[in-house]
């Protein structure tokens, strides 16, 4: 779970929930969710120095 740390700088502000589920075996089985805040105010780079962006489309022509 140290993903973030170890890539990421700063790193971003996530929060973690665990989805009980059951698996296809039929046995109690449970998925990992991120929720990771949108960085509004500044850039989230990777220690190699790569940035990616997200953008969504809010126009009627997408």
Request: glycine share 2%.
């Amino acid at each position: 779970m140290n993903v973030a740390k170890d890539f990421c700088k700063p790193m971003p502000v996530l929060h973690e929930e665990f989805l009980p589920v059951v698996n296809d075996a039929g046995e109690d089985d449970r998925i990992l969710l991120l929720h990771v805040e949108a960085s509004v105010d500044e850039l989230i780079f990777l220690k190699s120095d790569d940035v990616y962006l997200h953008a969504t489309c809010t126009s009627p022509a997408c």
